[in-house]
């Protein structure tokens, strides 16, 4: 069994996946809130709006999809950071084989590389692609 190179301390692991599983309820309850909207959007009881507030609610349910699918992004990202730690990669950016940082982990437990392969990678992906994984 290969060891962690990186010194994650059990105190530290406990308060990681604390924090992870913080952030994957708030994430959960946000999905199933927007959800509930998009099912029923409007009270039944309104009577049909004109074309601008038909346009608003599509708008609305649109910018509601997309919040939906950028938390389920996210949750995948704290299931990752699990594995990571439990494999004992985690904190190591697998780009430059460095430890990430403690300072970039406590700002984000699902960095999964350090500031400067994070900004290499992002500047080689094409933008369009950025907007929508970001
Ligand atoms: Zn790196």
Redesign the pocket.
Known sequence: MAKSTLPLTDPLRERLLAALARREDELRAQIAELREALECPTPASEPPGDDADLAFARTRAEIDRDLIDRYLIEIGEIEQARGRIADGTFGI?P??G?EIGRERIKANPVAR??T??QTLHERRRPRALQALTR
């Open positions: 950016c780009d430059c460095n590389r350090c400067d392969c």
